[in-house]
C-alpha cells in the first residue's frame, strides 16, 4: 500500500528534448506528421546508440537526434560512431545527412544549431559523401546565429574545397557577397521593445561576423580566383554593389580590373542564382511561375510579399530574385503554352514592388545585365526574353515601364563600363537581333512604331539598330530603316486600340 502510494507520487519520466521551435500551431514529436516524429521514434528504440547498432536501419536518425539534443561536451563516443558507421556502410553518411536535411532549418532550436553546425563539421573533415548538399542548404538559410562557425567550417577545408568540391566554394563565396551587398549600407535599426526578435538578433549576429565574412571573401577571391569565376559575370555585379567597401576597393584595383570583362563573358548558372534566395522563395515563385493561371495570381503575389518582401530587408532580394527568375528558371514550351502568368509579368510586379530608388536601379540591372555581355553563340536566349517581352507586352496600358526600361537600357550601353562601351553596345544589338531570330518578338517594329513610346526613345533605337549593317538592320527591325522611319510617322498599327 505504502509503495503503491510512494509510486503514485513519483514525477512522470521528462520528455525526450526538442529540435524544433515548437507553438500551439506546431505538431508534437509523437504526432506522425511533426518532422520531429522520425527522430523521437528512432530515439526510443535506440535511447543510447552504440557500436551494436552499426547495422541497425533506425541508426542515422537516432545518431542525428543524439548529436543535435546531447548538453556539452559532445562525447566522443558518437563521433567515433558516427565514423565507424560510415566506414562500414558507404551509404551511411549519405543517410546521416539526408535525415539532419530533412528539418526545417529556421525553425532549430540555439542547441541543435549549434551541434548541426558541428556534424556538418565532422563530415567535411572526413569527406564524407553527402556534405557538400548539407551545407549548401545552410547557406541558402543565411543569416542564421552560428553563421561564424559555418564560415570557420568553410575556410578550414577552403584548399580541399578548391580542388575537390570548387562548385561548392564559388556558391559559398556568392552567397556571402549578396549577403554583404544585402546590408552593406546601414545596419538594421534596433530599440528595447524588440530587442530580443529574431530580425535583430539576426542583424547583430551579422554584424558580429561582418570582419570574417570580409575576410573569407577576399582571401577566397585573392587564392581562389579561377574557382570563383565558376560564378560567372555576377560576380562581378557583386563587386560593383560593394565598390565603397575599402577591402573589396583594394582587390578590385589588384586583382579583378584587368579580367572583370572576361569574367562578365561567363554566364550566370542556375545553381548559382538559388544561393541568392532561400528553398522557401524559390519553391513559391516555381509554384506561382508553373501553376497559377493569368488572373489569379494577385492574391499569390500578394502572400509572397507579405511572407518575404515585407519583412526587414526584405525589398533587398529583388534583384536577386529577378536574377533567379532570368537565369534560374527557363519554362518548357508546355508550361509557356498552359496560361499560366509569365516569367516577364513577375518582374514587372517585382520591379513595381520597388519603394527605395537604389533597389529599383538594381532590380533593371539584374533584368538587362546579361544583354550587355550576350553571344549568340554562347548566350542562352531565355536570359535575355523575360526584359524584351516585359517591353512589349507593357506597351499598350503601361507605356511607362517599356519607357522607363528602354531608358535605362540606354544609359546602361553608355555609362555602365565606358572604356568597353564599343563591345556592350554589340552584345544589345546582338540581344536585339536573336530575339527576333527566334521568335520571341516578329520584329522590332512593335517598338520603334508604337506612337505611345516616347518618340525620343523611339527615335534612338532606331538610331541605335541602324549602326548595324543594312541587312542585321532589316533583320532585327523587319525593314530597311528609312522605312522604318517613314513608318514612325503613319498610324500605329501595334499599340493603337
Given at each position: ?34 518532422p ?25 536518425l ?25 566506414g ?9 545527412s ?27 573533415r ?16 543565411i ?8 564560415l ?112 562578365c ?9 538559388a ?198 538592320t532589316?533583320?532585327t ?21
Open positions: 500500500m505504502r509503495r503503491g502510494h510512494i509510486q503514485k507520487f513519483l514525477p512522470p519520466p521528462m520528455p525526450p528534448p526538442r529540435l524544433l521551435a515548437g507553438g500551439d500551431h506546431h505538431p508534437s514529436p509523437t504526432s506522425p506528421s511533426s520531429e516524429y522520425p527522430f523521437f521514434s528512432a530515439h526510443i528504440l535506440l535511447p543510447s546508440p552504440g557500436p551494436a547498432d552499426l547495422s541497425s536501419p533506425h541508426l542515422p537516432a545518431l542525428a537526434f543524439s548529436f543535435l539534443t546531447h548538453p556539452s561536451p559532445l562525447p566522443r563516443r558518437l563521433l567515433v560512431l558516427l565514423h565507424a558507421a560510415g562500414r556502410f558507404p551509404a551511411f553518411y549519405h543517410a546521416f539526408s535525415a539532419l536535411l530533412s528539418l526545417p532549418l529556421p525553425l532549430l532550436l540555439p542547441h541543435p544549431l549549434t551541434r548541426l553546425l558541428l556534424a556538418v563539421s565532422e563530415l567535411a572526413a569527406a564524407a559523401p553527402g556534405f557538400t548538399t548539407l551545407i549548401v542548404s545552410l547557406l541558402r538559410h543569416p542564421f546565429p552560428g553563421d561564424t562557425c559555418l570557420e567550417v568553410l575556410h578550414e577545408h577552403s584548399s580541399f574545397l578548391a580542388d575537390e568540391e570548387p562548385q561548392l566554394l564559388a556558391s559559398a563565396v556568392f552567397a556571402f557577397l549578396r549577403l554583404l551587398a544585402k546590408n552593406r549600407l546601414t545596419p538594421a535599426s534596433r530599440s528595447d521593445e524588440c530587442s530580443d526578435c529574431n530580425d535583430c538578433k539576426k542583424a547583430k549576429n551579422l554584424g558580429e561576423c561582418r570582419d570574417k565574412l570580409l575576410s573569407f571573401c577576399v582571401s577566397m577571391l585573392r587564392d581562389h580566383t579561377q574557382v570563383c569565376t565558376l560564378i560567372g559575370r555576377d560576380i562581378v555585379r557583386c563587386l560593383h554593389e560593394l565598390v565603397l567597401v575599402p577591402e573589396f576597393q583594394e582587390l578590385w584595383k589588384d586583382s579583378m580590373l584587368g579580367c572583370a570583362m572576361d569574367i563573358r561567363i554566364g550566370m548558372t542556375g545553381w548559382c542564382t544561393m541568392a534566395i532561400s528553398p522557401e522563395m524559390e519553391t513559391q515563385l516555381l509554384f506561382m511561375m508553373n501553376n497559377v493561371k493569368w488572373g489569379t495570381q494577385k492574391r499569390y503575389q500578394l502572400w509572397f510579399a507579405r511572407k518575404h518582401l515585407m519583412v526587414p530587408g526584405g525589398e533587398e532580394r529583388i534583384p536577386d530574385i529577378v536574377r533567379f527568375i532570368c537565369c534560374g528558371y527557363h519554362p518548357t514550351n508546355e508550361v509557356m503554352q498552359s496560361g499560366v502568368i509569365a516569367r516577364w509579368a513577375v518582374i514587372g510586379w517585382l520591379l513595381t514592388s520597388c519603394n527605395k530608388s537604389y533597389i529599383l536601379a538594381n532590380a533593371k540591372l539584374a533584368l538587362f545585365y546579361d544583354w550587355l555581355f550576350f553571344d549568340e553563340g554562347e548566350g542562352n536566349v531565355m536570359n535575355i526574353e523575360p526584359a524584351m517581352l516585359l517591353m512589349v507586352n507593357s506597351l499598350s496600358q503601361y507605356t511607362d515601364i517599356t519607357n522607363m526600361l528602354l531608358e535605362f537600357l540606354f544609359l546602361l550601353v553608355e555609362n555602365y563600363e565606358v572604356q568597353k562601351k564599343g563591345v556592350i553596345t554589340e552584345c544589345v544589338k546582338n540581344a536585339f537581333g536573336v530575339l527576333v531570330k527566334k521568335g520571341v518578338v516578329p520584329s522590332m517594329e512593335i517598338l520603334t512604331c508604337c506612337e505611345k513610346l516616347s518618340p525620343m526613345l523611339r527615335q534612338k533605337l532606331v538610331v541605335f539598330l541602324s549602326s548595324a549593317s543594312p541587312e542585321e532589316k533583320k527591325c523587319g525593314q530597311p530603316i528609312e522605312e522604318v522611319s517613314e513608318a514612325m510617322e503613319r498610324k500605329n498599327r501595334v499599340c493603337s486600340n
